[in-house]
């Protein structure tokens, strides 16, 4: 059977413990993984795999050895209490031995978890699960964690009191970074405000979330686009100790003016132009593009478009000598020069 939106997030937060089994699956390998830890510590609880009742199985392992997933699921624990046993990264050639350990499956067995990459419709792995009648099959997109689903967490840490704009503080922040990275910033948040009753805040937030260093390249354009041409010089030489690649600069640049191109030209407006964009672009962040796309205009963000295509074409020509960093801060302190006032 299927799993999807609230339906799948209201699964994995209370696992049914007489399901034969459940497939989580995806292309980013942080989100499944996170959603596999989350149900799996609903279903054997904090103390479960200390208690020997959760089973790790890597495909490889279970590709050379079938019985090692029907030996899991019939084993006993020394502790009472529901038993997992995971299999990570399987793909459609493990259809075989997890059909038959669902066959073999019942009632006081050990609940059968496994974690995929990207499955296609046509996936006999997939379909095996989507069509079982005591199994589940959930996909894991890319978007970033709904309102409900922050809230959940954050419950789940012990905080209650969250205002609305400290709600619209995290949902832009959880847009904007790794869900991995996401749910660390979380956890800091909570033991930041342990033992504090007072509301969550925007600026607490800010304190918890990663380092600025760690977006460095945000600075880097946002110095840019604003127009903070003395500001340049010293987050460029920070990029450099981060080993970041004057190619990806130049390439993020491009994107970035891109977008400011595209709010400006919208026949709607700026505003109307930023509401289109794809990705969306939430809280702080929207405003900060806004108020950019309005100063630069549609003109003046198809000239910086040209002057970044130039230095492209300079950094991937093999007659070219410059120091690549050195030409591409050039690029860019120019173009601070000429920002729009």
Not at 40 to 62: C, D, F, H, N, S
Not at 150 to 163: F, H, N, S, V, Y
Not at 199 to 206: A, N, S
Request: charged share 25%.
């Amino acid at each position: 059977m299927k799993l999807a939106g609230r339906q799948a997030n209201g699964y994995f937060a209370k696992p049914e413990t007489n399901r034969s089994g459940l497939l989580i699956y995806g292309a980013d390998a942080m989100r499944v993984a996170l959603k596999r830890q989350q149900v799996i510590a609903a279903i054997i609880g904090p103390e479960g795999e200390a208690e020997m009742r959760l089973t790790r199985i890597a495909a490889g392992e279970l590709r050379k050895d079938p019985a090692l997933l029907n030996d899991a699921i019939k084993a006993q624990s020394f502790f009472p209490g529901p038993r997992v046993a995971f299999v990570e990264d399987a793909a459609d050639g493990l259809t075989k031995i997890i059909t038959a350990a669902l066959e073999d499956w019942s009632d006081g067995d050990a609940q059968i978890i496994v974690t995929a990459n990207q499955l296609r419709a046509s996936s006999s792995l997939r379909k095996l699960f989507e069509k079982h009648p005591n199994a589940y099959a959930a996909a894991i997109y890319d978007d970033p964690p709904s309102r409900d689903e922050i809230e959940a967490e954050m419950r789940a840490a012990g905080l209650r009191d969250l205002p609305r704009e400290a709600l619209d503080a995290l949902g832009a922040l959880a847009r904007i970074i790794p869900p991995g990275d996401f749910r660390q910033t979380l956890e800091k948040i909570s033991l930041y405000k342990f033992g504090d009753d007072s509301p969550l805040t925007p600026d607490e937030i800010d304190i918890c979330a990663p380092l600025a260093q760690d977006a460095g390249i945000d600075d880097i354009l946002n110095c840019v686009a604003e127009g903070r041409a003395g500001e340049i010089g010293p987050v460029m030489q920070r990029l450099r100790s981060q080993g970041i690649q004057a190619v990806s600069l130049c390439i993020s640049a491009t994107r970035h003016f891109k977008l400011l191109y595209a709010a400006a030209s919208d026949p709607g407006g700026v505003s109307a132009g930023i509401g289109k964009l794809r990705p969306p672009v939430y809280g702080p962040r929207r405003d900060r593009l806004q108020r950019q796309a309005t100063r630069w205009g549609a003109q003046q963000s198809k000239r910086a478009l040209g002057m970044l295509t130039d230095v492209d074409l300079k950094l991937r020509s093999a007659n070219q000598h410059a120091p690549a960093m050195a030409l591409v801060e050039r690029t860019m302190v120019r173009l601070a020069m000429v920002a729009p006032r």
